[in-house]
């Protein structure tokens, strides 16, 4: 299992940005993936999830409308994209696998992608 | 939203020594509580799942316990391999899943 992220951007306030999570050595479409923030000097947080398979989404209220989340099944590729960046979109954004056991019950991140780091500043 | 509080926030322990971390959640999680070992310019890896089972290639010393609100990790005789942050994280409840601040393990 490898979970490959696209590299470290640099952007200016107000820009666009999309990143991306290669999911390889497993079957991209039956399994979750999560999307995970760390800003400078602080911990972790859940930003949301896509289910590759009907591409559904679950956001944590926090993130929601803030970022999207998509991805692509045919080339195995979660996507976070940001359509207007903010100085404080400053952090490290990592992907997490999730196995999928049903619609009620939750499992935890067994496999990460080393993180994509993004700084915006002007 | 469930918050997690994991204490100390840094420990500091000799080599060949025992480390206990803790976490606390806010309200029961059950089982639910993964910990995660997370090294700098490194992708965090999953050590323990369901409070208590250690994933797929994870060595005997790490071991996990506790359900409900409170949780332990214990690392029983330190590598020089284990020094760096651990997190919980519970996914009883969401969204959102949680975390807690991080332990960072440091050499004594």
């Known amino acids: 299992v490898q979970l490959v992220q696209s590299g470290a951007e640099v952007k200016k306030p107000g820009e666009s940005l999309r990143i991306s999570c290669k999911g390889s050595?497993?079957?991209?479409?039956?399994?979750?993936i999560n999307w995970v923030r760390q800003m400078p000097g602080k911990g972790l947080e859940w930003m949301g999830k896509?289910?590759?398979?009907?591409?559904?989404?679950n956001y944590s209220p926090s993130f929601q409308g803030h970022v999207t989340i998509s991805a692509d099944k045919s080339i195995s590729t979660a996507y976070l994209q940001w359509s207007s960046l903010k100085a404080s979109d400053t952090a490290i954004y990592y992907c997490?696998?999730?196995?999928?056991?049903?619609?009620?019950?939750?499992?935890?991140?067994?496999?990460w992608g080393p993180g994509t780091l993004v700084t915006v500043s002007s | 939203e469930i918050v997690m509080t994991q204490s100390p926030a840094t420990l500091s322990v000799s080599p060949g020594e025992r480390a206990t971390l803790s976490c606390r959640a806010s309200q029961s999680v059950s089982s639910k509580l993964a910990w995660y070992q997370h090294k700098p310019g490194q992708a965090p890896r999953l050590l323990i799942y369901g409070a208590s089972d250690r994933a797929t290639g994870i060595p005997a010393r790490f071991s996990g316990s506790g359900s409900g609100t409170e949780f332990t990790l214990t690392i029983s005789s330190l590598q020089s391999e284990d020094f760096a942050v651990y997190y919980c994280q519970q996914y009883n409840n969401w969204p959102p899943y949680t975390f807690g601040q991080g332990t960072k393990l440091e050499i004594k």
């Open positions: 050595g497993y079957s991209f479409t039956n399994y979750w």
């Open positions: 896509i289910y590759p398979s009907d591409s559904y989404t």
């Open positions: 997490a696998r999730q196995v999928y056991c049903g619609d009620d019950c939750s499992t935890d991140f067994d496999y």
